[in-house]
Nanobody, 124 residues
Framework: QVQLVESGGGLVQAGGSLRLSCVAS????????MGWFRQPLGKERVFVAG????????YYADSVKGRFTISRDNAKNTVYLQMDNLKPEDTALYYC?????????????????WGQGTQVTISK
């Protein structure tokens, strides 16, 4: 059973930066593609960013493009989300997720494994 553990959330002012990390308990076919999703309070969970197995392909939601960067270090079984120029609307619970297929990376329903989430709060 693969487990994902996120860290790095917190409270920052608008315009600031945070770096989220997600460590997988082991590397398997179920962690080939990794992604970040977020869920604002009272709203649905939505896709933020995704990365393929070797890190050569990434994809971003339009709302974060140019401000967020996803990367991975397979030697450490870790995926990162560097978040810059943060805005109050980025406030949400951020989840790390994994599945076998990069082609399904934008669909929450298509993810096989989820972390517990880390809270990101951006003040004005």
């Amino acid at each position: 059973q693969v487990q994902l553990v996120e860290s790095g959330g917190g409270l920052v002012q608008a315009g600031g930066s945070l770096r989220l990390s997600c460590v997988a308990s082991k590397r398997t076919s179920r962690t080939a593609a990794m992604g970040w999703f977020r869920q604002p309070l009272g709203k649905e969970r939505v896709f933020v960013a995704g990365i393929n197995e070797n890190g050569g392909a990434t994809y971003y939601a339009d709302s974060v493009k140019g401000r967020f960067t996803i990367s991975r270090d397979n030697a450490k079984n870790t995926v990162y989300l560097q978040m810059d120029n943060l805005k109050p609307e980025d406030t949400a619970l951020y989840y790390c997720a994994a599945n076998r297929y990069y082609s399904r990376i934008t669909y929450a329903s298509g993810m096989d494994v989820w972390g517990q989430g880390t809270q990101v709060t951006i003040s004005k």
